[in-house]
């Protein structure tokens, strides 16, 4: 086992290329050919590993999907001694690789238990499409774990607890290790989206776990060039079977450049995340104490709600937080135009230092009463924090402030 998480992060996964490239080369290959009609015969049996058609698997995506299983078991083994055997499918955005886990582990009938605070796409998932299959949602606070277990007593029908820690966009953290324990109890599937985290900062399956998602659009890539998303499983044989036909039926595949660029990003995240987790802190410090703020919701700081929570499963609190302004919608919308380095958009966990501001953006259309019910104030301000010179973005973050 290779005891640095960055020498995992460079090296696990890599193959000695056939051409010798020293680096896994983008195959951009539709289709693989067969020497004879017998190999092709053996190749679709299953009795010979090898690549048929690449919305199946390809070269470049096998080394980015043996990546994240290494990252998400890197410096453990499980209770037996041995390293945690996992399977990982690559996917062409988040949302398909958690439709992929909706889709292969829920039927009609099935009740998905949640936490209130979830990424928008999730939520419309299961708000909206998956009811129209029969699979209905119950949205609770998963932070009180005597509601969770209410609620697991109270519905049989629930088959899987749904989590993101820390969740978008209030930086929400449910407590991991208490509601696998439930979920093992009343024998339930627990599903827990890591995009926020990602393996190096937290590791799901320590806690057993049974599925983690990410949206590898996010911090590993790392520099805001492509879409992507991951699905891992320690059942290795569900994910050999069951979620492989899914992911392959559904299309919602990976291609070969994005996951060239996800290997190339994720080599360094590590190096990004101790950057983007010490420049945060220094971020919270300096809006907790400014007059142009009200509230400033980091899981770093040890007044927010969660912060012991993230502490006993997290490294370091992470780059992601939010800040509310005094001074409502005008003071955000001002906010966000005096900004000079920092860059107005949506999505995280790139280089740069990203901010959103929710209501006249991503929330713009959701009436007040229902954004303000899940923490979507009209002075909400969402931050990715970057790595940056840390005076840079408090000198512009400064200047953008209203005193
Ligand atoms: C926590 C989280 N999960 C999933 C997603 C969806 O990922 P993608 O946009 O790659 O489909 C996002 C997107 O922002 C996210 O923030």
Redesign the pocket.
Known sequence: MLTGFSSTAIHAGHEQDPHYAHITPIYASSTYVFDNAEQGMRRFSGVEPGYIYSRWGNPTMTEAEQKTCAMETHGWVAPDGKSLPLKAILHA??????STLMMSTLKSGDKILSHYS??G??QELTDRVLPGLGIESLILDLRDLNKAEDALKSNPAIRMIYV?TP??PTIQCVDIEGLTALARQYKKIIAC?N??ATPYLQQPFRYGVDYV??????FLNGHGTA???VLLGRDVEFMETRATKVHRLLGGNANPFDAYLLITGMKTLELRMERHCHNAMEVAGFMDGHSGVAKVHYNGLPQHPDHAVAMKQMRHPGAMMSIELKGGLKAGVNFMNRLKMCTRT???GTCDTLLCHPASMTHYGVPKEQREKYGITDGLIRMSIGIETIADILRDLDQALEV
């Open positions: 955005s988040g949302m398909a690789a958690i979830l990424y796409g999730t993101e969740a978008n989206d995009t926020f998602v990410h949206s590898t659009t996010k879409i992507g998303g949506v999505s995280l």
